[in-house]
């Protein structure tokens, strides 16, 4: 990567003074706009992500973590990227149709879900363990 020095002269002025590197300007601009894009989509697609976490969240009681969870389960029963299946979500909530697929992979993620928290909160009754002794 080409890398310029740049030194000011007067205080409403900027110049560029000298440039050195392998790589012509041009390349460099390039591959600067490219890094910008894709961190641009890795942000935009985060924000989604969040976005359908946070309504999961609210809709099933669970952690953030639950919830992240139950959204991978599903991206990977339709074989699809994350925030596709987050935007899918999100759309849904707007008031777009949930495709097929999608519906039917996450109703199987949420009866998993269900049936598993069922089981962790449920304790013995107090008295119900112990033998009572005459």
């Not at 596709?84 to 697929?101: D, F, N, R, S, Y």
């Not at 009866?111 to 112990?130: E, V």
Request: hydrophobic share 40%; proline share 6%; charged share 30%.
């Amino acid at each position: 990567m080409q890398r310029t020095t740049v030194i000011q002269q007067e205080p409403w002025e900027l110049r560029a003074e000298a440039t050195w590197g392998n790589a012509p300007a041009g390349q460099d601009v390039v591959a600067l706009r490219d890094e910008n894009d894709q961190l641009r989509r890795a942000l935009a697609g985060r924000a989604v992500i969040d976005q359908a976490r946070g309504m999961v969240m609210i809709l099933t009681p669970c952690r953030r973590g639950a919830a992240r969870k139950l959204l991978v389960d599903v991206s990977r029963q339709c074989d699809a990227r994350l925030p596709e299946v987050a935007a899918a979500l999100v759309a849904a909530w707007e008031g777009k149709p949930l495709p097929e697929h999608m519906q039917r992979a996450m109703r199987r993620t949420l009866r998993r879900f269900h049936s598993d928290t069922q089981g962790c909160d449920s304790r013995p009754a107090s008295g119900s363990s112990r033998r009572e002794r005459p």
